[in-house]
T-cell receptor, first 117, second 110 residues
């Protein structure tokens, strides 16, 4: 089945640093990738949608200058949390989807647990 | 996307069939029903999806009522590893965003 790899799986860093998370589709070309955030005991919340070669579309309330998304190839999207602070600590999850035709499902990475000290 | 309603939690004995209901009374004719599950501290895992016919794969079966206002996910022989939060989502196509509700927390009991 379709495999989405996310790296790193866990990161701890100091407040004020920037953190980059990678999301790769390993066996299919992902024309669309999504980034979600999940706080403890809550459901997943969509942060942004990225299409290869174009700017990401951010959900209301998500700061695009703080959460930089790049989708430069059909197999890789990155999320950079800039100047991270403790309130940015969360579980970040990406998903990827192939070409838009049909009802093929999105496939998710295993998430990145980000802890800001 | 149509709103879905699921019970907050359910228990099921190991080895028995787990039947997880989902109501989606406002679903439109071209919206699919997708099921995902999330095991603790992992990303969601795709299970199955359908439009109006019943579907079965190696993981589960999906039964959709004739009026499409509700569906049931069936795990035929639940194991302890099936303990997870199960999400039922109605949406149009694969590359459209998924809106996660609170899901059903399924606990398989030994």
């Amino acid at each position: 089945g379709a495999v989405v790899s996310q790296h790193p799986s866990w990161v701890i860093c100091k407040s004020g640093t920037s953190v980059k998370i990678e999301c790769r589709s390993l066996d299919f070309q992902a024309t669309t990738m999504f980034w979600y955030r999940q706080f403890p005991k809550q459901s997943l919340m969509l942060m942004a949608t990225s299409n290869e070669g174009s700017k990401a579309t951010y959900e209301q309330g998500v700061e695009k200058d703080k959460f930089l998304i790049n989708h430069a190839s059909l197999t890789l999207s990155t999320l950079t949390v800039t100047s991270a602070h403790p309130e940015d600590s969360s579980f970040y999850i990406c998903s990827a989807c192939g070409p838009s035709q049909g009802a093929q499902p999105q496939h998710f990475g295993d998430g990145t647990r980000l802890s800001i000290l | 996307d149509a709103k879905t309603t699921q019970p907050t939690s359910m228990d099921c004995a190991e080895g028995r069939a787990a039947n997880l209901p989902c109501n989606h009374s406002t679903i439109s004719g071209n919206e699919y029903v997708y099921w995902y599950r999330q095991i603790h501290s992992q990303g969601p895992q795709y299970i199955i999806h359908g439009l109006k016919n019943n579907e079965t794969n190696e993981m589960a079966s999906l039964i959709i009522t004739e009026d499409r206002k509700s569906s049931t996910l069936i795990l035929p022989h639940a194991t302890l590893r099936d303990t997870a939060v199960y999400y039922c989502i109605a949406k149009l196509f694969g590359n459209e965003k998924l809106t996660f509700g609170t899901g059903t927390r399924l606990t398989i009991i030994p």
